[in-house]
């Protein structure tokens, strides 16, 4: 079992930056990889960015591509989601997720726990 907590939203103005967490309990944490995602208003969930459980393999949606770097420590059960020059399209609930197994997935079927989102609001 894993529970993920998030952190780090907030209101920013565009072109701003943000970092969100995700912190995790339980244990064999380093086994996950963990994936970003991000669902605004009437739009479906989808992917922002992703890691694999040592943080050699990493995917990033085009929409962040270049905006956005996504790190772990699994020392501190944590994965990072670092996110410059913010557009007004970047404003959701951000959610990060865990799934068994070393490998990312950009769909969000295959993870396994959820956190409870954390709501990033930028202004034009």
């Known amino acids: 079992q894993v529970q993920l907590v998030e952190a780090g939203g907030g209101l920013v103005q565009a072109g701003g930056s943000l970092r969100l967490s995700c912190a995790a309990s339980?244990?064999?944490?380093?086994?996950?990889?963990v994936g970003w995602f991000r669902q605004a208003p009437g739009k479906e969930r989808e992917v922002v960015a992703a890691?694999?459980?040592?943080?050699?393999?990493?995917y990033y949606a085009d929409s962040v591509k270049g905006r956005c770097t996504i790190s772990r420590d699994n020392a501190k059960k944590t994965v990072y989601l670092q996110m410059n020059s913010l557009k007004p399209e970047d404003t959701a609930v951000y959610y990060c997720a865990a799934r068994s197994g070393s490998n990312w997935s950009p769909n969000p079927g295959p993870y396994d726990y959820w956190g409870q989102g954390t709501q990033v609001t930028v202004s034009s």
């Open positions: 339980g244990r064999s944490f380093r086994s996950y990889a």
């Open positions: 890691i694999n459980w040592s943080g050699g393999s990493t």
